[in-house]
T-cell receptor, first 114, second 112 residues
Framework: NAGVMQNPRHLVRRRGQEARLRCSPMKGHSHVYWYRQLPEEGLKFMVYLQKENIIDESGMPKERFSAEFPKEGPSILRIQQVVRGDSAAYFC????????????FGPGTRLTVL | GDSVTQMEGPVTLSEEAFLTINCTYTATGYPSLFWYVQYPGEGLQLLLKATKADDKGSNKGFEATYRKETTSFHLEKGSVQVSDSAVYFCALFTGRDDKIIFGKGTRLHILP
């Protein structure tokens, strides 16, 4: 019974490149959440998606960041034209339902921008 | 707005010492409260939770009691081990929206 899977675990990009982070939720979960953890900080909510829909993107930066959760395949967090300040750990979580207070977290993707 | 405040680290203890990590919250209504643990190089794991006032969450020797009167959810363990070294996050979920709100985390070092 696989948990939430994220890949890659580590990603290195140069300034100006694009970063694509993938998240496969737990089996049977259709709600996906992305959080960002800056160095020495707690996790901050970015976006909440259900299949083919963005429900809440109140934590997403207005530019360069986008997220999707297609009908088939993993959820993707995309960062265009990365800058050094984007270096962080990005965690995905999934839940069974919207009101479920238990979100299960993946191992995270650590993005380093050179 | 809703928020979580937890004691700053790092906290350094000797093995078998008693542990307390303080956590207080601000939220309207009756949030669910959590402690997550992050071992080095890994993601977050749910350690314990409590969903209503006076509930006690417990797991792996750790305990926390939901105190509505003091808006607190302090984490305790009677005898820590080296393997407990990790970062501990206090968090809340109100159910009004979708997000879990995390404290900044407390790094715990246990010395043998």
């Amino acid at each position: 019974n696989a948990g939430v899977m994220q890949n890659p675990r580590h990603l290195v990009r140069r300034r100006g490149q694009e970063a694509r982070l993938r998240c496969s939720p737990m089996k049977g979960h259709s709600h996906v959440y992305w959080y960002r953890q800056l160095p020495e900080e707690g996790l901050k909510f970015m976006v909440y998606l259900q299949k083919e829909n963005i429900i809440d993107e109140s934590g997403m930066p207005k530019e360069r960041f986008s997220a999707e959760f297609p009908k088939e395949g993993p959820s993707i967090l995309r960062i265009q034209q990365v800058v050094r300040g984007d270096s962080a750990a990005y965690f995905c979580a999934s839940s069974l339902s919207a009101s479920d207070n238990e979100q299960f977290f993946g191992p995270g993707t650590r993005l380093t921008v050179l | 707005g809703d928020s979580v405040t937890q004691m700053e680290g790092p906290v350094t203890l000797s093995e078998e010492a008693f542990l307390t990590i303080n956590c207080t919250y601000t939220a309207t209504g009756y949030p669910s409260l959590f402690w997550y643990v992050q071992y080095p190089g890994e993601g977050l794991q749910l350690l314990l939770k409590a969903t209503k006032a006076d509930d006690k969450g417990s797991n792996k020797g750790f305990e926390a009691t939901y105190r509505k009167e003091t808006t607190s959810f302090h984490l305790e363990k009677g005898s820590v081990q080296v393997s407990d070294s990790a970062v501990y996050f206090c968090a809340l979920f109100t159910g009004r929206d979708d997000k879990i709100i995390f404290g900044k985390g407390t790094r715990l070092h246990i010395l043998p």
